[in-house]
């Protein structure tokens, strides 16, 4: 309990310290991250509602590329923001690795999506649904991690740890659907090239969950070597 209690008070005043620097720079470098969780949890939502109904809605697939470059045109001015800083509350190296792992959140989702295209997957299945579901709750998870790290000295209450705990729980998840996916379709699907394709797709899926998986495990090693 002791330890817990020592680990939530190093964590405070380490979030507080960087936090109270952000003031002086006039830019909230936090914000940056909250900004891009935005975007990646935006081309989530969008994988599902192309997946909604029997036929998947390439309109909406190849719409996903947008949001991709919309990540890639968010990470690139991030950069000129950040080599243009005197100080920033982290070092510049760690705010670069935070930004570019949600950005590889983005554009794998957007790899998924830009397969079933070239693909021509016209309908998605049970396990796919099943991914997509797991990836929003993963990068709404993130979205609200992002914003915890933002708020956290006006609302010191929000557990960070907690967040990241749901987060790697999530991927977990995953890897359970990525496993029965991949047994089904080698037990129950007939035609080879329709596995080619479920595999290809599962294998993507699972990867975009792991980018995500990735981003909380870069912020609890700051925290922790901060600390």
Do not use: W
Request: net charge negative.
């Amino acid at each position: 309990m002791a330890n817990k209690a020592e680990d939530n008070v190093n964590e405070k005043t380490f979030l507080q310290k960087i936090i109270s620097k952000l003031g002086k720079s006039g830019i909230n470098y936090f914000d940056l991250f909250v900004d891009g969780a935005a975007i990646s949890l935006e081309a989530a939502k969008s994988l599902k509602a192309a997946m909604e109904d029997k036929e998947i809605n390439e309109d909406v697939i190849k719409y996903i590329k947008e949001i991709e470059h919309k990540g890639d045109k968010h990470v690139h001015e991030a950069q000129r923001i950040i080599e243009a800083a005197f100080i920033t509350p982290i070092d510049q190296s760690d705010i670069m690795e935070i930004l570019k792992g949600i950005e590889n959140i983005t554009d794998s989702i957007d790899d998924a999506a830009n397969h079933i295209y070239i693909m021509r997957v016209t309908k998605g299945d049970e396990f796919m649904s099943r991914f997509v579901d797991i990836m929003i709750s993963s990068c709404e998870k993130m979205y609200e991690l992002m914003i915890a790290l933002k708020d956290f000295q006006k609302k010191p209450g929000k557990d960070i740890n907690k967040l990241i705990i749901e987060i790697n729980a999530l991927e977990e998840e995953g890897d359970k659907v990525y496993s029965e996916g991949m047994r089904h379709i080698f037990s129950a699907e007939n035609d080879p090239i329709s596995i080619i394709k479920k595999k290809e797709i599962y294998q993507l899926l699972e990867h975009a969950l792991d980018c995500v998986e990735d981003v909380a495990d870069v912020i609890e090693k700051l925290m922790i070597a901060k600390s």
